[in-house]
């Protein structure tokens, strides 16, 4: 109990400073009359350690509760997440809905959010300092209105040690770099030297290596490449897009150039072995790709590791599609916040948007990286030293396709493609197989296999529908995330 008083008296006192003087904006409550407030959110006490109990310190008057997404799963596994996310919210009937991109776009044209519009200019509420790129994106996939808000995003950069650079006489990277320039830089790096001493040009801090698989769906992401294409359902594999993807990534792990060990570079053990074995971390690697949450891992080491030597860190906005080189598929949206249409608690509801949205919030926010970025832009311009410009430079392109691939895609599919697939880079790597012979066999045997398993899905929900068969799934698709190698093509993007 001690503890819970101390802990609601150092956030009373956070706000108190952030907000002293502050007499208009998201701080400011108009609703007066004491009202509950249903949100649908994942995990209780995740949402109340990052936005309620924040909240609730400014708005005594209007009580949360929260209804919890895990009740989908009370029965087991869901066959239909779109029909169980829609059963959930009308029975449990919240004020506020959490969304991801997909679901959002579909809600907001099915006429079941609320539109945000007409609230934000009845409050002056503004957003202008909100990253402009996801407001228009919101807007997009709301056919021109704005039906919710994200006070987050998570967006990868190119991470580069600007003293290796410097000691080497190498242009250090530059915003709007292809893969093609990454490989190319990091091989004007010595690849000499002791393995466990020597410098590389660019790596992944991770438990393992890289392999031809992971490596080139990670340079096909920034293309928008896919194997799928939705509205045709033909497998696109064989294309020269895809070749040079894979020769591209058979080049850079060829290169000693590349941090690329045979097995896991940390099995265990402290938290300074664990940082030992992270070499950008260590300074032992010139560039590398990750996200913001990377920021914290710079900062930290500096009390973690005794003896660490600090270096200049820089960053850099890219990978990109060289043939796009101003927008950034490497986005994800955090949590989209919207009001349900015909909310009896709408103005309650706008108060917890307006304020997990707001400038006060992100101030107090800040100054972690617990959430990922912020949206509202200007808060801080640096963590940890780093500038964060680059984050914010690249137009942001998001597919969408992605929700509800199981309604779309067979899941038998799925085991037959990465079967073939698994098989056909197996034998490039051994060098059995030319990579145009490899993907000439997945994209011919990966269609007769999607093929079968359309035409198996057509009859069985005919079956259970009692009408004929029908073999017309132009809506259907096929999409993971961009580290994967399913995905779909999207007519928005390609």
């Avoid at 007409?118 to 021109?144: F, M, Q, T, V």
Wanted: aromatic share 10%.
């Amino acid at each position: 109990m001690r503890n819970k008083w101390i802990q609601k008296f150092v956030l009373l006192a956070m706000v108190g400073l952030l907000l002293a003087g502050c007499t208009s904006g998201p701080g400011k409550n108009d609703v007066k009359t004491p009202m509950t407030v249903k949100v649908m959110y994942y995990s209780e006490d995740s949402f109340n350690q990052t936005y309620g109990d924040l909240f609730s310190i400014q708005n005594e008057n209007i009580e949360i509760e929260l209804v919890n997404t895990q009740k989908m799963y009370n029965d087991g596994g869901i066959e239909d997440y779109e029909k169980a996310l829609q059963d959930f919210i009308d029975q449990e009937q919240p004020d506020v809905l959490m969304l991801d991109m997909g679901t959002y776009s579909k809600m907001a044209s099915e006429g079941k959010l609320t539109e945000l519009d007409s609230l934000i200019e009845r409050d002056k509420y503004n957003i202008e300092s909100i990253y402009p790129a996801l407001i228009d994106i919101l807007k997009e996939k709301g056919e021109g209105k704005l039906y919710g808000l994200v006070p987050t995003f998570h967006r990868n950069v190119i991470f580069y040690n600007a003293d290796l650079f410097a000691e080497h006489g190498i242009e250090p990277p530059h915003d709007g770099m292809t893969w093609q320039d990454i490989i190319d830089t990091a091989r004007r790096f010595p690849t000499d030297g002791d393995e466990d001493a020597r410098v590389y040009g660019f790596g992944r801090d991770s438990y393992g290596g890289m392999t031809l698989d992971n490596m080139a769906s990670t340079i096909a992401s920034p293309q928008g490449l896919k194997v799928v294409n939705p509205d045709t359902l033909k497998v696109t594999v064989n294309t020269d897009a895809w070749k040079q993807v894979f020769k591209l990534a058979q080049d850079a792990l060829a290169s000693d150039a590349f941090y690329n060990p045979k097995e896991d570079s940390f099995r265990g053990g402290t938290m300074e072995e664990y940082y030992k074995s992270q070499l950008f971390l260590t300074g032992r690697m010139a560039m590398t790709i990750n996200s913001a949450y990377y920021l914290r891992e710079l900062k930290e080491i500096k009390n973690r590791l005794p003896d660490y030597k600090p270096f200049q860190v820089g960053i850099a906005a890219g990978p990109v599609d060289p043939a796009n080189p101003e927008i950034s598929r490497d986005v994800y949206l955090g949590n989209i916040f919207a009001i349900r249409a015909n909310s009896p608690n709408a103005d309650a509801a706008w108060e917890l948007i307006k304020f997990i949205n707001g400038e006060q919030y992100a101030k107090i926010k800040s100054r972690s990286m617990n959430d990922g970025l912020l949206s509202r832009m200007g808060m801080t311009k640096e963590y940890g030293g780093i500038n964060l410009d680059a984050f914010y430079k690249l137009k942001p392109q998001i597919d969408d396709s992605a929700s509800s691939v199981e309604d779309k895609i067979p899941a038998e599919f799925y085991s037959q493609y990465y079967s073939i697939y698994s098989r056909e880079i197996g034998l490039v790597e051994s060098k059995e197989k030319s990579v145009d012979e490899a993907l000439k066999t997945i994209e011919e045997e990966a269609q007769v296999a999607l093929d079968q398993a359309l035409k198996d899905k057509a009859a069985k929900d005919s079956s259970k529908a009692g009408t004929p068969e029908s073999t017309d799934s132009n809506e259907e698709h096929l999409s993971t995330d961009g580290d994967a190698v399913i995905s779909v093509e999207s007519g928005a993007s390609n």
